[in-house]
C-alpha cells in the first residue's frame, strides 16, 4: 500500500539511480579495456534445428572442442523454427565480426525456391564443409524386389501404386526422391511423397504398412535394417558406406545420380577474410582430431571436408540442383 | 450473461478464421484435403457453439429475472473491487515494459529493475525489495547462465558485463 | 549375462553419484516452468559424451524421472505446470494444495515411483512384444488414437461440453498457425517470420496457466495462505490411504502410461491426459474432477512418469524413439557404440540390464530425494504475494525465453496468458485448449496423410484391425455419457 508515498519513490528513485551508475560505469570500462584482437568475446554457433538433433549434436561436439584446443569461449545457440528459416536468417544477419558462426544445413538451398524466406547461400561466406549423409533407398524387409532396378522398373510400370515418405514435402529426402527417378527416366510423379515430420516417423510407418519406401540415410534406419525389419536397396552416393558395405551405390547400378544432406559452417557475408582463415585454420584442426572422428564414425555421421573456396562452389552447384529439381517435381510457382 | 459473451466470441472467431481462409486452398492436387480444410471445420463449428451458447443464454435470461439482466452487462468488470483491477492493470503494464525493455538493457538488468518495482508498488519496503531482487538476480545467473548456459538476451549496446 | 553382473556394474559408486547428481538436477528442471525434461537432456548428453557409458546414460535416466514428478510441485503449489507432462493434473493438483500442499505432493510422488517402477517392470521383461506390438501403427491408428485423446479434451471440460468444443476448437486454431505440416503452407501468420513455426507449445502453456493465476493473486497482493495448515502437515499423511482407495487407478494408470511412452511420438503429456480422461470417464465422482480430485491427481501422475520408461521401449528394440527425451538419450547412446536394436540385448546383455536396474534405483530414490523437495518446496507458500508474484514471473519469462531463445515467445505467453484470463472468466476450459494444441496438429497431419497414401479411399481408417479398435474405442467414448443417463433414468 501507499502509506509513506514521498519516501518511497524517492527512495526508488535514488536506488534506480545507484544501478544505472554502476552499470554506466561498468559498460564503460568494458568498452575501453576490450582487447583489439580475435576473437574479444565468446563465439556464438547458431543452429537452426532442435538441441539433441543431429545437427546440434554435432554443432555443441564443435563447440566443445574448438574450446578446448583454442581456450576461446564457445556458445551454442538453437533458434528453432520455420523448417529452419528462423535459424538461418538470424545466422545471415549477425554482425559479420566472426562472433558468430552458423552451422549451416542442406535446406540453406531450398529455402529461395520453396518460397519460405529470402536467404540462400549468397547471404554467406563458408568457412568449411564438415558433413554429408548420403539418401538410401530403404524398403520393408520382405518387400519382392531384389534390388533398385527391380524397385524402379516396377515403379515405372505402376505409376502411383507405391508411396514414398522420409521428411516434409520438398526436403532433403524428397528431393533424394525426385533425381533418383528422374536420372532413371521415370516420371518422379509416378512415386507420390507422403510428408512426414522426420525419418523416425517415416521408418516407423514404413514398418507398419503405411508408406513403401523410405529415402533417409543409411545411419537413420540401421538399427532396423539389422532387426530384420527393413533393408537397404541402394544408397546415393559415389562409392559405398563403409558401415554398410553390402549396399551397393546407385551408380553401380547404372543410375547416376548421387544426393545428400551435408552440413557446414558460415559466417555472414562481409566478414573480413583474414577472420574467416583464423576460423578456418582453428575449426580445420577441430575435424581433425581423432576425438571428432571418433564422435562422427559412432554416430554414424559420414564425414567430409572442403575448404572456403571448393564449399562455396560446392552451395552453389548444390542450390542450382536443388532449383531444377524442384521445379520438376511442380513444387515452385 | 457469461455465456452470451462467450458465443459471441466464439461466433466471431469463426467468421475471422473463415475469412482469413478465404485465400488458402480447401483442396489439393487430385482432391486431397489442403491447408484450409480443418480450419474452415473448426470455424464452422466454432460458430455452431457460439449461436448455441447465444441461444441459450436468451432462453435463461427470459426464463428467470426477465431482460433487467442484460442491464448486468458489466458482470465482467464489477465482479472485482475498483482497487484489484488497478492491481491487475499495473502489473501488466509494468510486465510489458520488462518484456520492452530486455532487449536494450539486458535480461539481468531488466530483471532486477523490474522485481523491485513491482514489490515495492505493492508495499515491500525498500530495501527488502532490493536485497531480494539483487539475491533473485545472483541466483538466476548462477542457476542459468552459469550451470544450464541458457543464452539469455544482451542488451542491443553489448557487454561482457550485463548479458 | 547374468543379473549378478549386471548388478555390479549398476552399484558402481561412480554410477550411483551420476544418479543422485542428475536426480536432484532433475527436480529443479522440473519444478523450474519452461526447463524441461527434454531439454535438460539435450544439456546433458555433452556431458555423457565423456563419461562410463552407463553412468552417461543413468544420468539421463534419472534426470527425466525426477523432473516429471517434479514438474508438479510447482502445480499443486502455485499452480503452474513445470513440464508439459504436469499440464493435465494441474488444476486439480492446485485445488487439492490449497488444502493440504504436502501430503498432495507425497501422494503424487508415491504415485509417480510406482508408476515408473511399472514401466520399468514392463520394459525390462517385454520390451520386444511391446516393441513388436507399437510397431504397427501407422499414421491410420495415430490419427484415430489422437482423435480419441482430443475428445478426452471434451471430457476433461467440467461442467459445459460446448464450452470444452469450443476450448478445442481455440486450441486447434492456435496450433494451426504456421507453416502447415503436410504441404508445407504458410497460413495465419500475417506476414510474420516469428510466426512461421507457429506458437511455441511451452510459451503458451506457461501463460495459460501461470499469467492467469498471477494476476489473481495480485490483485490481492496482500493476501496469504494459511500457513497454520501448513504445520500440522505431514508429506506421507495421505499416502496409505490414497493406495488403497485408488489401487485400480494406479494399475490402469500406470499401464496406460507404459503403453502411450512405447508408442513413438507419444510421450509423458500425452499419457496423463489420456490417463485423466479415462480416470473421469470411468469414475465414480465425475463431478469432482477440475475441483480438486485427488483420484484425477493419481491417475496422470502415475501415467506420465510410467510413460518415461515405456519410452525406451521402442527406442531400445528399434532405435525409433518413443518421446522427445529417448529422441535425445538415442544420440547418447549411438556416441558410446550402443547400437540400438536387437543385438544391443544379446551384445551387451548384462549392461542392458544394468539400466534397467537402474531405472529401479531412480524411481525407488525419488521417494527420498523427492521428500526433500517437498519439504523445501512447500516453504514458498510462506513467502507473501507481492514478493513471490514478481519472482515467478521473472522466472516464468526466463522460462519461455529459454525453449527456443526468443523473446518473441515471451509475448506469446503473455499474450496468450491474458486471453487465458478472460477465457477462463467466460468459462471455457484452459486445460482442453492446452490439449488441443498439442494433439490438434497431430489429428490434422495424420488425417491427410493417410487420406494421401489410400488415394483419397475413406475405407483406409478402418482396414486395420487395431485401427477399428481404436475407431470403437472413439466412437464408444462419445456414446458412453447417453448410455450412463438412460441406465441412470431407467434405475430411478
Not at chain 1, 558406406?241 to 545428400?260: M, R
Request: charged content about 15%; proline content about 6%.
Amino acid at each position: 500500500m501507499f502509506t509513506s508515498g514521498i519516501s518511497k519513490t524517492t527512495s526508488i528513485i535514488i536506488a534506480i539511480l545507484i544501478v544505472a551508475v554502476v552499470v554506466g560505469g561498468l559498460y564503460y570500462y568494458s568498452t575501453v579495456t576490450a582487447p583489439p584482437k580475435f576473437p574479444t568475446k565468446p563465439i556464438t554457433f547458431i543452429v537452426s534445428w532442435a538441441a539433441g538433433g543431429g545437427t546440434d549434436r554435432t554443432a555443441r561436439m564443435i563447440a566443445a572442442l574448438l574450446e578446448n584446443m583454442t581456450g576461446w569461449k564457445t556458445v551454442v545457440e538453437n533458434r528453432v523454427g520455420g523448417g529452419g528459416t528462423i535459424g538461418h536468417l538470424a545466422m545471415a544477419t549477425a554482425p559479420p565480426d566472426g562472433h558468430t558462426i552458423g552451422v549451416i544445413t542442406f535446406e540453406l538451398s531450398t529455402f529461395v525456391w520453396m518460397g519460405l524466406a529470402n536467404v540462400s547461400y549468397k547471404d554467406f561466406k563458408p568457412i568449411l564443409l564438415y558433413n554429408k549423409d548420403a539418401a538410401a533407398i530403404i524398403v520393408r524387409a520382405d518387400a519382392p524386389w531384389k534390388d533398385a532396378i527391380e524397385l524402379t522398373n516396377y515403379i515405372k510400370a505402376n505409376p502411383g501404386k507405391l508411396k514414398a515418405s522420409g521428411t516434409a514435402k520438398g526436403g532433403v529426402w524428397d528431393i533424394a526422391r525426385i533425381g533418383w527417378l528422374k536420372t532413371a527416366g521415370v516420371d518422379p510423379n509416378a512415386l507420390p511423397w507422403v510428408p512426414s515430420t522426420g525419418a523416425a516417423p517415416c521408418l516407423q510407418d514404413l514398418i507398419a504398412g503405411g508408406v513403401d519406401i523410405c529415402t533417409c540415410s543409411l545411419p537413420e534406419a540401421g538399427p532396423l535394417i539389422e532387426a530384420g525389419k527393413v533393408k537397404a536397396l541402394a544408397v546415393m552416393d559415389d562409392k559405398r558406406n563403409p558401415a554398410f558395405p553390402n549396399v551397393p551405390t546407385l551408380k553401380e547400378l547404372g543410375i547416376n545420380w548421387s544426393f545428400g544432406t551435408w552440413r557446414g559452417l558460415a559466417v555472414p557475408k562481409g566478414t573480413p577474410d583474414d577472420i574467416v582463415k583464423i576460423l578456418h585454420d582453428a575449426l580445420k584442426k577441430v575435424i581433425d582430431s581423432p576425438q571428432w572422428k571418433e564422435f562422427m564414425d559412432k554416430n554414424g555421421f559420414g564425414m567430409a571436408y572442403l575448404p572456403p573456396d571448393e564449399f562455396a562452389k560446392f552451395l552453389e552447384n548444390d542450390f542450382k540442383t536443388v532449383g531444377e529439381l524442384l521445379k520438376a517435381a511442380g513444387y515452385v510457382q | 450473461m457469461k455465456d452470451f459473451i462467450a458465443g459471441v466470441t466464439a461466433l466471431a472467431l469463426g467468421v475471422f478464421f473463415i475469412f482469413l481462409c478465404r485465400d488458402i486452398p480447401l483442396l489439393v492436387a487430385r482432391g486431397y484435403p489442403g491447408p484450409s480444410f480443418f480450419p474452415l471445420i473448426l470455424s464452422v463449428v466454432s460458430i455452431i457453439c457460439g449461436v448455441i451458447l447465444m441461444i441459450k443464454s436468451i432462453i435463461r435470461l427470459r426464463g428467470s429475472k426477465g431482460f433487467t439482466s442484460v442491464l448486468r452487462i458489466t458482470y465482467l468488470i464489477r465482479r472485482f473491487k475498483d482497487r484489484e483491477v488497478l492491481n491487475a492493470v499495473r502489473f501488466i503494464v509494468m510486465t510489458v515494459a520488462y518484456i520492452v525493455l530486455i532487449p536494450y538493457l539486458g535480461f539481468l538488468l531488466t530483471s532486477l529493475i523490474y522485481m523491485l518495482l513491482v514489490q515495492v508498488v505493492y508495499g515491500v519496503s525498500t530495501f527488502k525489495a532490493l536485497g531480494i531482487s539483487v539475491s533473485m538476480v545472483f541466483f538466476i545467473y548462477i542457476l542459468f547462465i552459469g550451470i544450464l548456459k541458457v543464452v539469455v538476451p544482451e542488451p542491443i549496446l553489448g557487454s561482457i558485463v550485463f548479458r | 549375462m547374468s543379473l549378478y553382473d549386471a548388478l555390479q556394474l549398476a552399484l558402481q559408486p561412480n554410477v550411483i553419484f551420476a544418479v543422485i547428481i542428475a536426480e536432484f538436477f532433475g527436480v529443479f528442471i522440473g519444478a523450474m516452468p519452461g526447463l524441461t525434461a527434454t531439454m535438460a537432456t539435450a544439456l546433458l548428453v555433452p556431458f555423457t559424451y565423456f563419461m562410463d557409458p552407463l553412468a552417461g546414460i543413468s544420468m539421463i535416466i534419472a534426470m527425466a524421472t525426477v523432473a516429471i514428478f517434479s514438474g508438479d510441485i510447482p502445480a499443486v503449489l502455485l499452480k503452474i505446470p513445470g513440464t508439459p507432462a504436469s499440464a493435465a493434473q494441474t488444476i486439480d493438483a492446485y485445488q487439492l494444495g490449497r488444502r493440504k500442499p504436502a501430503s498432495t505432493l507425497g501422494v503424487d510422488l508415491v504415485c509417480s515411483a510406482l508408476g515408473g517402477l511399472t514401466g520399468s517392470l514392463i520394459l525390462m521383461f517385454s520390451a520386444p512384444a511391446l516393441a513388436e506390438f507399437t510397431s504397427n501403427f501407422s499414421t491410420v491408428e495415430y490419427f484415430w488414437l489422437t482423435l480419441w485423446g482430443l475428445s478426452m479434451a471434451i471430457v476433461i471440460s467440467a461442467e459445459e461440453p460446448i464450452k470444452g468444443v469450443l476450448g478445442v476448437v481455440i486450441g486447434f486454431l492456435i496450433a494451426s498457425i504456421g507453416i502447415e505440416p503436410v504441404y508445407g503452407y504458410v497460413r495465419f501468420t500475417f506476414g510474420s517470420v516469428e510466426l512461421l513455426n507457429g506458437i511455441s507449445f511451452i510459451p503458451a502453456m506457461i501463460g495459460f496457466f501461470a499469467i492467469p493465476e498471477l494476476l489473481r493473486q495480485i490483485s490481492r497482493p496482500h493476501e496469504r495462505y494459511s500457513i497454520q495448515l501448513l504445520k500440522g502437515e505431514k508429506v506421507f499423511d495421505l499416502v496409505v490411504v490414497a493406495l488403497k482407495k485408488f489401487k485400480t487407478v494406479i494399475v490402469r494408470s500406470a499401464l496406460i502410461g507404459t503403453f502411450i511412452g512405447a508408442l513413438p511420438g507419444a510421450g509423458a503429456d500425452i499419457a496423463a491426459w489420456t490417463s485423466y480422461g479415462v480416470a473421469k470417464r470411468v469414475s465414480k465422482k465425475p463431478e469432482e474432477y477440475g475441483k480438486g480430485s485427488l483420484e484425477g491427481v493419481v491417475a496422470a501422475t502415475t501415467a506420465n512418469n510410467a510413460a518415461i520408461s515405456g519410452a525406451w521401449i521402442p527406442t531400445l528394440v528399434f532405435g525409433i524413439p518413443g518421446d522427445s527425451i529417448t529422441a535425445i538419450a538415442l544420440g547418447a547412446l549411438m556416441a558410446h557404440g550402443l547400437r540400438p536394436g536387437p543385438m544391443l540385448f544379446e551384445r551387451y546383455g548384462s549392461l542392458i540390464t544394468a539400466f534397467f536396474i537402474i531405472f529401479i534405483i531412480a524411481n525407488l530414490l525419488m521417494i527420498l530425494i523427492g521428500y526433500l523437495a517437498i519439504k523445501l518446496s512447500t516453504n514458498i507458500l510462506r513467502v507473501p504475494r507481492n514478493i513471490l508474484v514478481p519472482v515467478i514471473a521473472v522466472f516464468c519469462v526466463i522460462g519461455a525465453y529459454a525453449v527456443n531463445n526468443s523473446i518473441f515467445d515471451v509475448w506469446v505467453m503473455l499474450v496468450l496468458g491474458i486471453l487465458g484470463y478472460f477465457m477462463g472468466r467466460l468459462g471455457i476450459p484452459i486445460p482442453s485448449v492446452v490439449l488441443a494444441i498439442i494433439l490438434g496438429p497431430m489429428v490434422e497431419f495424420n488425417f491427410i496423410t493417410s487420406l494421401i497414401k489410400s488415394d483419397l479411399n475413406p475405407i483406409v481408417f478402418v482396414s486395420r484391425p487395431i485401427a477399428i479398435g481404436l475407431a470403437i474405442l472413439t466412437i464408444f467414448t462419445w456414446v458412453l455419457p447417453f448410455i450412463r443417463v438412460r441406465r441412470i433414468r431407467r434405475s430411478t
